[in-house]
């Protein structure tokens, strides 16, 4: 099918549609997750090493990161997505022809849910965490701290032993502890334009880490969507060189058949 815009020949190639879901989908939920945890580790140590006191290079950076991270599993998405379409061309294609084609298959090509139930159910995990963080999570107090060598003696003193106890104490790590390690290095980069010393913007973040965990699972599914358009653009753009090509090839004819020199019964 083509269609005109400008000068321009659009052309969409039908294909067929499947299912939100398919034989697939737990496989590349799985390297989702993969990718996920990489891009996680990663984005740690670069907030780590870039965590400066400023807080607007701070913040700065910490955006850029973010943006780079969901533009990755966007351009992921998106790849996902032309390939469904494809293959929805071929099946389309092959039921055309008579060609007898399995239910198993007519599930694989383009569904605009597929990308959002990949990335979500890769992200499932963490937001489970978040979701128990997000409800166990308490404002972080700042610790008593620890004494220095020197004050071991006083320890030692019955008198005043007892006012001092607390300082011996090592503090105990919680569950909400650790899966709040585990959150904050999934949204390092919030956690980063937040600051360390902002305990009730970092607790905010902490209530809000479910939406937060998501969003790279909501930017390779919205990625995914543009699959038909990407698809379009590519047929398009065939179309048109190849329209450039017969164009120019019966120009050089002309230009060879206007360049041949005529013979003596010609200039008569």
Known sequence: MASSKGNRKVVVKPFIKGKPTDEYTVRKSLKFFGILLLTAFMTFLVCSLTSFKEDILRIGISIVIEVLVLLIFFDRGASLGMDAVARGEILYQHIEKGTEVSDSEKKIPFHFMKGYAI?????????????????????????????????????????????????????????????????RILIMPFISMAGAENRDLLLTMERISPILVLLPALSYGTGYLTGPSRRTLIHSEIAENRRRRISREKKEKRARISATPKGPEQLN
Request: charge should be neutral; aromatic fraction near 10%.
């Open 119 to 183: 990335g979500i159910l890769g992200s499932l995990l963490f937001f489970i965490l978040a979701l128990i963080l997000a409800f166990t999570a308490e404002r972080q107090m700042t610790g008593a701290g620890v004494l220095p060598s020197w004050m071991d003696t006083y320890l030692r003193r019955t008198e005043i032993s007892g006012a001092l106890a607390q300082y011996s104490q090592s503090a105990s790590v919680s569950f909400t502890d650790l899966i709040r390690i585990v959150v």
